[in-house]
């Protein structure tokens, strides 16, 4: 799985330089806006989910780089204690964080006058894509499936659950 991501990024990565290469204008600068962007996009994921669990009354342990993406983790500070709508709160800010970005992405791309290949277009249509994949339950550790677990304990009368 990591060497499909890898390779997916590079792609990605490639096919910003290679359209601007094939337009005759210098092909990096624009594939290293778009990973500077798809970064920051990330980085904002992660914050979301840290600025929502302290809110829920959790503090900010640490925020860590890896070659999937980032991990915050959030350990709780006192006697507050993770409840499930606390879970799904967390869970969901940060997929609604990261479609925010891109769509901003997207906006500032258009004001600029940023045709559809340009490489905030395609940093913000990633960003999306990425979180709407990131909010569905479908894959073992996305932020859906966590927030699914926590509303079906709830709804199975279930108290606060313990989320990884």
Known sequence: MLLCVLMLAGLLVWSVADYYGAAGWPAWPYA??????SLVLMALHEVSHALAGKVC???????????L?????????GPAVRTNRAQIVISLAGPLAHASGGLL???IAHLL??????????AGWFAVAES???ALPILRRSD?????????????????????
Request: aromatic content about 6%; glycine content about 18%.
């Open 132 to 134: 709407v994949e990131n």
């Open 57 to 67: 009354g959790l503090r900010w342990d640490r925020l860590t780089i890896r070659a």
């Open 113 to 122: 006058g940023g045709g559809p290949g340009g490489p905030l277009t395609w």
């Open 69 to 77: 993406g980032m991990n915050v983790r959030l350990v709780e500070e």
């Open 32 to 37: 290293a806006l778009f990973a500077a962007a």
């Open 144 to 164: 859906g499936r966590r927030a699914l677990r926590a509303a079906r304990a709830t709804l199975r009368g279930r108290g606060a659950q313990r989320f990884q």
């Open 105 to 107: 992405c997207l906006g």
